[in-house]
């Protein structure tokens, strides 16, 4: 089985004002709680960071998404990734301590690293302006 890390993207690699943080390596996976109606934006921010990894997208509607759906979103895919890809994941970087415990609830294996700060807000947002900055 293949060893990698997974990545929340807000609050761990967007610090927000398109600051880039945490980086991950090469071959680590994202998971974003960002809807897949936050694609355009998403891979703006990547792109100009020179961040090329995989993004899993939650399903779910930008209107619909809650935090706690973000962090089942994050779960599912952990376990997706583990059983039908055969990828674990051993540290996700998370910033949200709703969806961190839902991680930890779902996924045992997983070593979630809560990184702890105030720069970006938890709310559901849209990130227009990773659009602009291009």
């Known amino acids: 089985m293949k060893v990698i890390n997974g990545f929340d993207i807000d609050g761990v690699l967007n610090l927000g004002n398109g600051k880039c943080g945490i980086r991950?390596?090469?071959?680590d996976?994202?998971?974003?709680?960002?809807?897949?109606?936050?694609?355009p934006e998403t891979k703006a921010f990547l792109r100009r960071n020179g961040i090329n990894n995989h993004v899993y997208f939650n399903p779910l509607s930008f209107d619909e998404k809650s935090r706690q759906s973000s962090g089942e979103h994050?779960?599912?895919?952990l376990k997706f990734l583990k059983h039908e890809e055969?990828?674990?994941?051993?540290f996700f970087y998370e910033d949200d301590e709703i969806q961190k415990a839902e991680i930890e609830k779902e996924c045992d294996w997983v070593k979630v690293i809560h990184v702890c700060h105030d720069f970006t807000p938890k709310e559901n947002m849209?990130?227009?302006e990773e659009l602009n900055e291009q």
């Open 24 to 27: 991950p390596g090469p071959e």
């Open 86 to 90: 055969k990828i674990e994941i051993e």
């Open 74 to 77: 994050k779960a599912r895919t």
């Open 29 to 39: 996976v994202i998971i974003t709680g960002r809807s897949y109606e936050e694609e």
């Open 126 to 128: 849209r990130h227009w």
